[in-house]
């Protein structure tokens, strides 16, 4: 079985100010795993996804996440909030791979305080 | 056209009425799917197409729900007897296949009261 675990519903930060939002997966075979972000009124866009060429994966928007198997973790960060960064964050994991395979986090919702 | 397009935006419809939510894919994808995110969960996967071969029913929260997709295009997705529980955004997705790590590409969804 496969789930994606989002530390945290909501997470403030100053603009400026590094920006983690924590990830934990659950799965049985080495995963493919994704971030993907949701402007108010939009849908989904992906920030970024892990594919086992690389451990340390840049996305989007000066957006990069780590994937850690012993920590089963895919943390996603930035050095420098902005205010564009104001959005809500969703983490994925599939095991078989395929859009049809995906298992979402529940969501984190990301603020910046001017 | 340029992304995913979904019609209506936004639909609110009385309890046991049926609703129909309508996606219009991105040119050249062969797959296309259905999500449905309700307030405070992630994104619950509902049914898959990939090409002319059977879809994948397996999300599908119960036989009120149903959908299609027609001439491997447009899909529509049908609620039978709306419930207050079906309020949600369903939100489609299309992409040019469905091995690996494909990036899906969403629509902006379809926000569904059920009043």
């Known amino acids: 079985a496969q789930s994606v675990t989002q530390l945290g519903s909501h997470v403030s930060v100053s603009e400026g100010a590094l920006v983690l939002l924590r990830c934990n997966y659950s799965?049985?075979?080495?995963?493919?795993l994704f971030w993907y972000v949701q402007y108010p009124n939009q849908g989904l866009q992906l920030l970024l996804k892990?594919?086992?060429?690389?451990?340390l994966v840049k996305g989007i928007n000066g957006f990069e996440a780590e994937f850690k198997k012993s920590e089963t973790s895919f943390h996603l960060t930035k050095p420098s909030a902005h205010m564009s960064d104001a959005a809500e964050y969703f983490c994925?994991?599939?095991?078989?791979?395929?859009?049809?395979?995906?298992?979402f986090g529940t969501g984190t919702r990301l603020t910046v305080i001017p | 056209g340029a992304g995913v397009s979904q019609s209506p935006s936004n639909k609110v419809t009385e309890k046991g009425k049926d609703v129909e939510l309508r996606c219009d894919p991105i040119s050249g994808h062969t797959a296309l799917y259905w999500y449905r995110q309700s307030l405070g969960q992630g994104l619950e996967f509902l049914i898959y197409?990939?090409?002319?071969?059977?879809?994948?029913k397996s999300g599908l929260p119960s036989d009120r729900f149903s959908a299609e997709r027609t001439g491997g295009s447009v899909s529509t997705l049908t609620i039978q007897r709306t419930q207050q529980e079906d309020s949600a955004v369903y939100l489609c997705?299309?992409?040019?296949?469905?091995?690996?790590?494909?990036?899906?590409?969403f629509g902006q969804g379809t926000r569904l009261t059920v009043v």
């Open positions: 994925a994991v599939s095991d078989r791979g395929g859009a049809n395979n995906l298992f």
């Open positions: 799965s049985s075979v080495p995963p493919y």
């Open positions: 892990y594919t086992s060429a690389a451990t």
């Open positions: 197409f990939q090409g002319n071969s059977a879809p994948d």
């Open positions: 997705a299309s992409s040019y296949h469905n091995r690996g790590s494909t990036e899906a590409f």
